[in-house]
């Protein structure tokens, strides 16, 4: 199996000349970064062009609304544009989605049945929808996942059983496998926890999953 190689991903902090390289480890969110500046929000990635001298390669870049507290930062690659990205922004703060919550999210471009524990829900490609997780207990669930075939005729295409708790405040997101679009996945993402809101932005790079 290859070594997974991080790509290098770079903004700065405050909109201007400074610069931080976001973490990006392998199945795992990054570390929390804090953004000061104006939207859009531009990563990048610097390169020498000459004696002391760099440039900065534009990667894709991301409008956070005003609303967000904490916002997860979804990278996939931009299918019309080599090694760029296309970033979608997340609210998975607890104001959102509070304990015993979780933020259903379709990112694949297929409308998809969820049948999450007992809640069943129809999301279009993009959408997402907040359900309980309707557990008394830590305990193993059952999501389903299905869609339409050629025929017009749903079927069941994904079942995975996920650990949780019953405070947990979740993300779930649905996905295909890369060049597979009737694949489909499911990651599962513990928000962060409650405290003291910052007047700056919270970010954390959702690494691709495979």
């Not at 929000?41 to 409008?63: A, K, Y």
């Not at 295909?176 to 910052?198: D, E, L, T, W, Y």
């Amino acid at each position: 199996m290859l070594e997974y190689v991080p790509p290098t991903i770079e903004f700065s902090p405050n909109g201007g000349d400074e610069v931080e390289l976001v973490q990006a480890a392998e199945q795992r969110l990054s570390p929390t970064y804090w953004y000061e500046g104006s939207n859009p929000l531009v990563f990048f990635r610097q390169e020498s062009v000459g004696t002391g001298s760099v440039r900065r390669v534009f990667l894709g870049d991301v409008s956070i609304p005003p609303s967000f507290r904490h916002a997860l930062l979804l990278f996939l690659p931009d299918p019309e544009s080599r090694n760029t990205y296309r970033i979608y922004p997340i609210d998975n703060s607890r104001e959102r989605v509070k304990p015993g919550e979780a933020c259903v999210l379709n990112i694949t471009g297929t409308t998809i049945g969820c049948l999450f524990n007992q809640e069943q829900i129809l999301l279009e490609p993009g959408e997402q929808k907040v359900v309980p997780i309707g557990a008394s207990e830590s305990v193993y669930i059952v999501v389903r996942i299905g869609a339409e075939n050629n025929k017009g005729d749903w079927k069941e295409r994904y079942a995975e059983q996920l650990y949780v708790n019953p405070s947990d405040s979740l993300t779930i997101l649905v996905y295909n496998k890369a060049g597979r679009p009737n694949n489909f996945r499911i990651m599962q993402i513990k928000n962060p926890g409650s405290g003291p809101v910052s007047k700056e932005k919270g970010l954390s790079h959702g690494a691709k999953p495979e």
